[in-house]
């Protein structure tokens, strides 16, 4: 018995993940070899770690293998001396990859051991015959990669469907993709409902009030995946998917499929139309993080168009938004100027609250609330475009003030907002010109305050609102009246000269020579 010891590890792989369900698989036939062989070896001081370091699904191309970062943090570690696998291929199948993991092997001072195929890399031959085995393998590697790549391209050609997460309306019996009835129905709900809602984070919000979920699948490995809430890139995907009109998709190009469509020409029509819609129609917006969502819209207390404006501290990267009358409109007035945020802010909650109002809403359906239900599914939909306002993106705040105002009014005293009829029924769901049209305005008390160097709008509340009792300034009060006698005095002697007013008058008088006094002095 060796006076050392030396602890062996076993490290087993295997490329795909077919058989391992099984209760003797591959990775137990590796360990077990492996831990013949250390048995074997237990003269020289090997003693076998128990615990098994195994990679199933994994590629020899890349280090990406939990069990192998594993192994080697342990090497590093100094808890492992000797690595035992069965074939040199299961450690790796690249060059640069096996050097990299020769230098931690070296600086934990230790070696790992092929048992079935045996060499001396202490000496030059041995070293040669091991990079010549890995170039091998590394070519089979990349050889097999180039096949499979090339028999998925002419597969999908072909219109077969190649593998891969099934997409929700499907599932996979014999190799092929089969028309769900179900969820086929919940692909053409959720396409139409985009239609009709115009915007993804409302069309998520609906879904998720709705209770809709995400295709539960079950993994290869076991766990199941899915049942989630609908994210961005799941609505997203599923829209812009060709698989729904039978089409198979292969880098970019797509090609008449074997299984059958879900989605009829028009409603895939419709749906594209709407998605470029937006692109098109928020382009400008898309690439600025804080977008002016009043433009277009405003108008100042003489009804002049106002324009978004902006000034900055490079220093601090900060920008301040404003809304200032445009210059072309400036008739004589003074220019009107005030916070962007601060009066987008108003808009949007007040908005947002009236939306919130029952007796809005009824007063807006008036006589056509007959029909059962009706209420309750515009509540739904007001309250969906209130959440909206509030804590929804930039982008699709301005979207939505688009569609529900026809215009906004900055008053002295109050912000005037009037409503599109039109717009309001299309975000109900209701036919355009079935709302009261005089009840589609709103007015916001709001008062400008001035903080600092800011001029801000703030909406009073009910207490604020009562007027305030007069206050009088005595002051100011004798002054006026002073004025107002040496008025009566000077219209009662037009033929004096100011200089010859006496000052026996008292302060009207005094104050009538001082004037006289100023006037010589600026004359002279």
């Known amino acids: 018995m060796a006076e050392k010891i030396r602890r062996c590890a076993v490290y087993t792989r295997k490329s795909t993940e077919d058989g391992l369900e099984q209760e003797f698989n591959s990775f137990d036939a590796q360990y077990e070899a492996c831990a013949a062989y250390a048995l074997s070896q237990r003269h020289e001081g090997w003693i076998l770690n128990e615990e098994r370091y195994d990679d199933g699904g994994f590629s020899g191309g ?59 890399t202490t000496t030059s031959m041995g070293r040669l015959t091991l990079n010549m085995l890995l170039s091998f393998a590394q070519f089979e590697r990349e050889v097999t990669g180039e096949r ?13 469907w190649m593998g891969g997460q099934v997409p929700l309306g499907y599932k996979v019996k014999d190799r092929k ?13 959720i396409m139409e409902r985009y239609i009709a809602l115009g915007t993804v984070p409302a069309l998520i919000e609906e879904l998720k009030r709705g209770g809709y979920r995400t295709k539960l699948q079950q993994r290869s490995s076991g766990p199941y995946k899915g049942g989630c809430v609908y994210r961005r890139g799941t609505i997203y995907h599923l829209l812009s998917n060709r698989i729904y009109r039978g089409m198979i998709v292969h880098k970019g190009e797509a090609f008449e499929g074997e299984h059958e469509a879900i989605v009829d020409q028009k409603l895939w029509n419709q749906v594209q139309a709407t998605r470029a819609g937006r692109i098109t129609g928020s382009s400008k917006r898309k690439h600025i993080n804080e977008p002016s969502l009043l433009i277009g819209l405003l108008e100042d207390q003489y009804g002049r168009p106002m324009m978004p404006s902006h000034s900055g501290k490079s220093r601090k990267a900060q920008r301040y938004r404003y809304y200032v009358t445009r210059p072309d409109a400036l008739d004589g007035k003074s220019a009107c100027r005030v916070s962007a945020i601060n009066l987008e802010n108003i808009a949007c909650e007040q908005l947002a609250a009236k939306l919130c109002d029952d007796g809005f809403l009824l007063d807006l359906l008036g006589d056509d609330i007959s029909e059962a239900g009706l209420l309750q599914k515009v509540r739904e939909q007001a309250d969906l475009a209130s959440a909206q306002l509030r804590s929804g993106t930039a982008a699709s705040k301005a979207e939505l003030l688009a569609k529900l105002m026809q215009s906004i009014r900055l008053g002295e005293k109050a912000v005037e907002i009037a409503l599109s009829g039109d717009g309001l029924a299309r975000t109900f769901g209701l036919v355009e010109g079935v709302l009261a049209s005089d009840k589609l305005s709103l007015t916001i008390p709001a008062v400008r305050h001035r903080s600092g160097h800011q001029l801000k709008l703030v909406v009073p509340s009910s207490k604020q609102m009562e007027a305030e009792p007069a206050k009088h300034d005595m002051k100011l009060i004798a002054l006026l009246a002073e004025a107002m006698e040496a008025r009566d005095l000077v219209f009662a002697n037009p033929e004096m000269s100011m200089n010859a007013w006496p000052s026996g008058r008292g302060d009207v008088g005094l104050g009538l020579l001082n004037l006289s006094v100023c006037r010589a002095s600026r004359l002279n």
């Open 62 to 120: 890349n280090m990406e293998r939990p069990g192998m970062k594993r192994l080697l943090a342990d090497v590093a570690a100094g808890k492992i001396e000797i690595i035992l696998l069965y074939k040199i291929d299961r450690l790796t199948r690249s060059l640069a990859d096996f050097s990299k993991i020769v230098e931690v092997l070296d600086k934990a001072e230790a070696s790992f051991v092929s048992i079935t195929q045996s060499f001396n």
């Open 148 to 160: 499979i790549r090339d028999k998925i391209a002419v597969s999908k050609r072909k219109g077969i």
């Open 177 to 189: 993709l089969v028309v769900v009835p179900k969820e086929a129905e919940q692909v053409r709900h």
